[in-house]
């Protein structure tokens, strides 16, 4: 319903103060995550006076940059507990944060086209259900009584086998999830300070005091780090390492079309994934360039090859064109899931490792988060994300597990 | 798309190679010395320079050998191509501060 229009463009929904010579806590970067940590910190738990500090402009990172899908179908119980809370609140926010952000419920599709997938489709939805995460299996007729445009045929590569299912998953608009958030901050107190890049730490000891900026120096008793692909070089600043690889990943847009795909399918297997935008754009993404990169762009290859996917998999696209291109850069962990925790410096948080997939995180990501700066124990649900299991082996390993990266 | 000059077969496509991570992780001398977090270190950290890194290719499409290069992070600009085993040479072409937003 709500997806049908959009909303006006708003003029300012925050203050843009100068910083403040100290805070009760910092976030650094605002991206989704450090807004929506900001967010929790001050509406849970009464933290208001702290700031969300931005090298460039609020959610100008992946934040703006991601195809906004959200999705809970994770395979195991840890992900699965994070990410459907995740959901949960989604399902919420648009009241709670009084902003119509066009979140919309139409469905992700997890399409399978070999044996293997076919059997590990289905072992996911077994484990989704009894997780209490809606989830089907859907035969190939099923699919494309769903998504028509779908080729199902058996005339191409790696035809369908059918597909995972799950109907509360959906879409939102990213740009104004970030703003949602901002505006309650800025409501609530939050100093949200853009073009202020975080150049080192103030410590006394193992505790951090203080955070340098490029517009001067900031007294803290907490910092919390959000800084998506940026958060091996923060932490590198403190004087910790990161178990993370910083990655390009690339998304693009097509030109505006009348509506025709109904939902979002993601193929793993050919590694492409398609939704509509509410304005009409086609929307599609694919794998992570395999080397390092903080360039925010990548290699033309990989663009290639996920057109060449998505034309297979739905034929009428092969009269639309790519309109934009672009890159943002994601935090990859060893086993695909988030690191939210404590960190080796005193007084100082990380939320990161979010990687490909963070979007949808984004508000479990900021309560779990607030919980653990505000009282310096991790919360239920991210007690399982934390750098120690790097060392306890206890790995969460939804690489592969997950259907996709995203 | 990176064209990579491959120290046997000369400049080619990215699409031939594939990406082995960081370059010079030794395997530990004395695994059983090793406590969980020196494993942790080994299995799971690796750097994440933004700026010049050391790094190992395979071209696995063409001579199927295995290199190291220094690559810049940030502009992707290959600066040096060097066997394995050998050293990391010293660059000064190091990524300019703040040099990418
Ligand atoms: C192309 C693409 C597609 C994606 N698709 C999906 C998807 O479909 N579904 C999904 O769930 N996820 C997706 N993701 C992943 C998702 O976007 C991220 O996991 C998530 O946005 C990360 O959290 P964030 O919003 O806080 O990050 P960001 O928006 O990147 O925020 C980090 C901020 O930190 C700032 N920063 C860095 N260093 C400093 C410093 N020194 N000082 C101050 N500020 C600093 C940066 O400027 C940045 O604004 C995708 C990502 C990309 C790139
Ligand atoms: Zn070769």
């Not at chain 1, 005339?155 to 608009?173: D, E, F, H, L, S």
């Not at chain 1, 509509?276 to 599609?284: D, F, R, T």
């Not at chain 2, 933004?50 to 810049?72: I, P």
């Amino acid at each position: 319903m709500s997806a049908d229009h959009l909303p006006e463009h708003p003029d300012f929904l925050w203050r843009n103060p100068e910083p403040k010579s100290s805070y009760d806590a910092v976030i650094v970067g605002g991206g989704g995550h450090g807004l929506a940590t900001a967010y929790f910190l001050a509406k849970n738990h009464g933290m208001t006076n702290i700031a969300v500090l931005e090298k460039g402009w609020l959610a100008g990172g992946n934040m703006a940059r991601n195809t906004t899908i959200i999705r809970s179908n994770y395979l195991w119980d840890e992900s699965a507990a994070i990410y459907e809370h995740a959901l949960k609140l989604w399902e919420v926010l648009p009241e709670e944060l009084e902003y119509d952000f066009l979140f919309s419920q139409r469905g992700v599709m997890n399409l399978a086209h070999t044996l293997g997938d076919v059997r590990e489709s289905m072992r996911r939805v077994g484990a989704n259900k009894l997780n209490g995460v809606d989830a089907e299996w859907l035969e190939p007729d099923q699919v494309k009584e769903l998504c028509p445009i779908l080729n199902v045929s058996d005339n191409i590569r790696y035809p369908v086998m059918g597909a995972t299912y799950q109907p509360r998953a959906g879409i939102a608009k990213h740009d104004h999830v970030a703003w949602a958030f901002a505006r309650k901050c800025d409501e609530l107190g939050v100093d949200i300070i853009q073009n202020c890049e975080v150049t080192g730490f103030l410590k006394d000891g193992d505790r951090v005091v203080g955070v340098k900026t490029n517009r001067g120096t900031i007294n803290t008793e907490k910092v919390g780090l959000c800084a998506a692909g940026h958060s091996s070089v923060l932490a590198e600043m403190a004087g910790f390492r990161l178990p993370i690889q910083s990655h390009p990943l690339q998304a693009l847009v097509s030109e505006l079309h009348e509506p025709v795909h109904p939902t979002v399918v993601m193929s793993n297997h050919v590694h492409v994934y398609v939704s509509q935008a509410h304005k009409g754009e086609l929307v599609m993404g694919a794998g992570v360039d395999s080397y390092n990169g903080y360039g925010q762009r990548g290699s033309f290859h990989v663009i290639e090859e996920q057109m060449a996917a998505a034309v297979e998999l739905f034929p009428i696209f092969a009269r639309a064109h790519v309109l934009r291109t672009w890159g943002g850069i994601v935090d990859t962990t060893m086993d695909a899931s988030p690191i939210v925790g404590t960190t080796p410096v005193e007084n100082m948080f990380v939320n990161c490792g979010w990687g490909t997939g963070g979007f949808k995180g984004t508000p479990a990501a900021g309560l779990t988060f607030a919980h653990t700066i505000a009282t310096g124990a991790p919360h239920k649900l991210n007690e399982p994300f934390s750098l120690e299991r790097f060392e306890t082996g206890a790995l969460i390993d939804e690489h592969g597990a997950a259907a996709v990266a995203h | 798309m990176l064209l990579i000059s491959c120290p046997n077969c000369g400049p080619r496509d990215e699409t031939e190679f594939h990406y082995g991570g960081q370059a010079h992780v030794a395997y530990p001398e004395d695994p059983y010395a090793l406590n969980d977090r020196e494993w942790a270190e080994y299995l799971f950290y690796r750097d994440n320079t933004k700026g010049a890194y050391a790094e190992r290719w395979v071209h696995s499409t063409g001579c199927r050998q295995w290199f190291n290069m220094l690559r810049d992070t940030v502009s992707y600009e290959i600066q040096a191509v060097y066997p394995m085993g050998a050293a990391a040479p010293t660059t000064t072409a190091q990524a300019p501060e703040g040099a990418s937003k």
